[in-house]
């Protein structure tokens, strides 16, 4: 399974930015997919993940202001996100689940850069 994260960039306090995340290879085997992340001298948290049946969880920071959606036809995630805050700044980690064997693939990280 590979991952490529795009959408990262920069953005204004209280602006937004959408990322998505597309899956290739061995994509029909995956279950949940999400996004983490990953601030500057900090570490990686969980950001929000969708079940392949499109069930949605997210940290509690983001509620509301996140939205995690998925295409399963392009086996595709996305992330919106609204009312950007500066300490939502930092690497964001595309993730996907394979459901058989359980391991866990992460894309390589897209910048989100929020400035005042």
């Known amino acids: 399974v590979q991952l490529q994260a795009s959408g990262g960039g920069l953005a204004q306090a209280g602006g937004s930015l959408r990322l998505s995340c597309a899956a290739s290879g061995s994509h029909s085997s995956i279950s949940n997919m999400g996004w983490s992340r990953q601030a500057p001298g900090k570490q990686r948290e969980l950001v929000a993940i969708i079940t392949s049946r499109g069930s949605p969880n997210y940290a509690d920071s983001m509620k509301g202001r996140f939205t995690i959606s998925r295409d399963n036809t392009k086996n595709t995630v996305y992330l919106q996100m609204n009312n950007l805050q500066l300490e939502d700044t930092g690497v964001y980690y595309c993730?996907?689940?394979?459901?058989?064997?359980?391991?866990?693939?992460w894309g390589q990280g897209t910048q989100v850069t929020v400035s005042s």
């Open positions: 993730r996907a689940l394979h459901s058989t064997t359980g391991r866990l693939y």
